[in-house]
């Protein structure tokens, strides 16, 4: 794992670009996986920028959704999708052919996660995996356990998930999630974990340990041999 230590989110989403950037720039058409939450939404923002100046960039960009939270009212707007919709989908014009997602509101959970598991089968391996990382470690939504899945999946929330942050302030939480398996992760050419925000420092101390536990899903990392973690110093 490759550590790289920023002053702050704006210096460390730029790095984070240039490292994206110049994948990108060699292979036009690669798969991209996008995640939602607050810590690449910076990297997000300098991608969309670059958009605005460059019309052609990212045109070719294949796009698939990390993950999604299951059991959220009908019409809620806390779900993955209006987050990478509107943070990135739409600004970079990533056209519906070029775009793999799960519907937060789906009547057929199982179907879908099998769905997205044949898309990534079929149009992966990953070229680029953007993750964060959970206070409990988790990275997409599976969650510290005594065994993890590989591929696409249901997959049961954690209590320390669903008592961080804004879920527990919704008068209709999430109950279960959808998310890319560890060994779907895995198989990415490259993996980009962003760490920044608050709640943190606990999870990436941890993180610094090279120790692999499926109880700290995040320690699977350490398996790969292509992993930059980008930290905004005041996080940790």
């Not at 240039?18 to 910076?42: H, Y």
């Not at 739409?90 to 937060?104: A, E, F, N």
């Not at 206070?135 to 696409?152: C, D, K, M, Q, Y």
Request: proline share 6%; net charge negative.
């Amino acid at each position: 794992m490759n550590f790289h230590y920023f002053p702050d989110f704006d210096t460390m989403s730029r790095k984070g670009f240039e490292l994206v950037k110049t994948e990108i720039d060699r292979k036009p058409n690669l798969l991209f996986c996008v995640a939602s939450g607050g810590s690449p939404s910076g990297l997000y923002a300098q991608m969309v920028a670059e958009k605005v100046k460059n019309p052609s960039f990212c045109n070719k960009l294949r796009v698939i959704k990390l993950d999604e939270w299951g059991g959220l009212e009908e019409g809620s707007t806390f779900t993955s999708e209006l987050d990478v919709q509107t943070k990135f989908v739409q600004p970079m014009g990533i056209s519906s052919d070029r775009y793999w997602t799960i519907d937060p509101f789906t009547a057929d959970p199982e179907g879908d996660c099998k769905k997205m598991e044949e898309a990534i089968q079929q149009e992966g391996p990953l070229d680029i995996c953007i993750l964060g990382i959970g206070v409990n470690g988790h990275i997409a939504l599976n969650e510290p356990g005594e065994v993890l899945r590989s591929g696409f999946h249901v997959c049961q929330l954690a209590e320390s998930t669903l008592n961080n942050g804004m879920i527990k302030t919704l008068k209709q939480p999430p109950t279960f999630g959808m998310t890319m398996g560890v060994g779907n992760i895995l198989q990415s050419k490259k993996i980009l974990i962003f760490i920044a925000g608050s709640g943190k420092k606990e999870a990436f101390e941890r993180l610094l340990k090279p120790e692999v536990s499926t109880q700290f899903p995040a320690s699977l990392l350490w398996l790969h041999p292509n992993v930059d973690v980008l930290v905004d110093e005041r996080a940790v």
